[in-house]
């Protein structure tokens, strides 16, 4: 019967066939020999298929191409289809034949390229990146090899590196996005505040803000260097500000400057954080709200009013609300905050990934800045 494995592989065969004919077009005098042998190797080859033996059609696919220098761009859709179906040690060994035959140096250049995709693929990220780095020596392919690069480092978190890759590229006419080497800064200042070295740590979210400004991850930094260097007033006003640029770390950063404001400040805080929202946007409120819910601030006097009007637009906790009606205040609060607190707050606009705190980087797809607020309040 024919499943779908095997419809993928009788298309294969027919590309293959395809290939091999359009490779020899034009050169009637070794019809004869070619198709003669083409012949005895498609039927063995197609019988292995049928008998369900693919490692053996291949074996005898890879054999029928062996000389045949006319069907490199067949072989390398072949690889490509297999690194595409997962079958990734099929794919290496495509490529590896076609890298142990003669090839000239732009396609050695792309065998060597597949071949470091099909390692990525295999998560053999050394074996790739070196590839990838040989690569990138050449002019063709050194855009698409230097980003490849540029991933594996971050995967490895290798900052250093990731970011002297992304000066290659910016040297070369593909600019990633300006934010990237601040990232990288900030990763590698982060490696060194856990290590004790404030000062370097310091340097680099210089170097960071000098390469996108305003960037508040470098002032979220800043401000716990600030701290630990027993200057709480300077850590306020750097976390402050990060807040003030970047609302979405409201959830995660709130119960830290409370802490900063101090008892005698945390009024005073939470009245001009709300206020300056209330001018802004009803979702930059929402979040003050949400956060406070969260670390049980319902009590704080200036988020009172903020608090009723989120709870009467906000249907999920309108209906927790009005289950609980007619209940004081404060437990209503309490109730909303428990929910709130083992809620999913953040989510991935590219892959969907959800968190209960915030990535600058998303686990799920590792792009950068791409979490936004997105709560999900299970009630079970
Ligand atoms: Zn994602």
Known sequence: MLNIPLFVWLLVVAALV???LAGHHGWGRR?????????????????????????????????LMDTDTETLE??????SLYRRRG????????????????????????????????????????????????????????????????????????????????????????TPPRALAAHYQCELASHHLDRGDA????????AARRECAPFPRAAVLRAQIA??????????????????????????????????????GRDAC??????????????????IVFAALAISLADAPPLREAMEMVIAREPTLRAVSQAVAGAPFAQIAAQIGALLARAEVYRCGDCGFSARRFYWQCPGCRSWDGFETHVIVKLR
């Not at 034949?97 to 053999?124: I, K, T, V």
């Not at 807040?243 to 995660?252: K, N, T, W, Y």
């Open 18 to 20: 395809i290939g091999i």
């Open 199 to 206: 000062q370097e740590a310091r340097r680099l979210l210089r």
């Open 87 to 174: 079958e990734v040690e099929r794919a290496i060994r495509v490529h590896r034949n076609l890298l142990a035959r003669g090839l000239s140096a732009e396609h050695r250049e792309q065998a060597l390229f597949a071949l470091a995709q099909d390692y990525l693929r295999a998560g053999l990220l050394d074996r790739a990146e070196g590839l990838f780095q040989q690569v990138s020596d050449g002019a063709r392919l050194r855009g698409r090899a230097l980003e490849a690069l540029c991933g594996i480092y971050e995967r490895q978190r290798d900052w250093a590196q990731a970011l002297e890759v992304s000066r290659r590229l910016a040297a070369i006419g593909i």
């Open 227 to 264: 701290e630990r260097e027993g200057q709480p007033a300077l850590a306020y006003r750097l976390l402050l500000w990060a807040l003030q640029e970047a609302p979405i770390l409201m959830h995660d950063e709130l119960a830290h400057l409370l802490r900063l404001a101090g008892d005698d």
């Open 31 to 63: 019809w004869p020999r070619r198709l003669g042998r083409f012949h005895a190797d498609y039927l063995v080859g197609l019988d292995y298929l049928i008998s369900e033996q693919p490692d053996r059609a291949l074996d005898s696919f890879l054999k």
């Open 74 to 79: 067949t072989h390398f859709a072949l690889g």
């Open 270 to 287: 939470l009245e001009s954080l709300v206020r300056r929202a209330g001018a802004r946007d009803f979702g930059e409120l929402k979040g």
